[in-house]
């Protein structure tokens, strides 16, 4: 692990971090259900279809999360990650605070994801900001949650 800002620097993230962020998501990919690997122009094409944020440390970027398929007031959240030597310092909490955020001075009112049962840091997580799992898939291994904002 190595150290980290405690205040972190987050941004909506621009066509020029693809290249990080495939890289990242392919450290990380065992916590997500697509097995293919992302390239540099999947990456781009996901940022143009969503809002993506992204949380820097020393001028890198080391984490991200997205906004993505709205339909009218309900969105999904989704490709969470931090680096795997930065996380343990909130870098996930800030990312997600911040995206919720958003989302509700967007007009979102509902946010929905999807998870893996065993991805305890994740579920853990978003049991903090208030999502609550809505149904359990045992077949795939996938537990759904939604924020509904007040
Ligand atoms: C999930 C993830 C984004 C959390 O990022 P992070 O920066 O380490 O998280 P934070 O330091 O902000 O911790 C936030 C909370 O998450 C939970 N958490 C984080 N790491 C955890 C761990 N190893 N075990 C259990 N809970 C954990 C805790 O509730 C923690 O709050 P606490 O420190 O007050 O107990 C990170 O572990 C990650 O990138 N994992 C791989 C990708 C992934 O699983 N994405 C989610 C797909 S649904």
Redesign the pocket.
Known sequence: MVSAPSVPKLRRASTNDAAALALLRNQ?KD??FSPIDATPEKTLELLQESQTYVAEANDIVI?SCAIYNRQDIIAEF?R?????Q??????????LEHAMGQAQQDGILCLR????IR????Y??Y??AGFKAKSVDLCLGTVEMDYWFA
């Open positions: 990380l916590h997500f984490g989704g969470l990650m931090v680096d795997a930065y996380q343990g310092h909130g870098y996930g909490k800030a990312l994801l999807t998870a893996k991805n305890t840091a994740a853990r997580l049991r903090w």
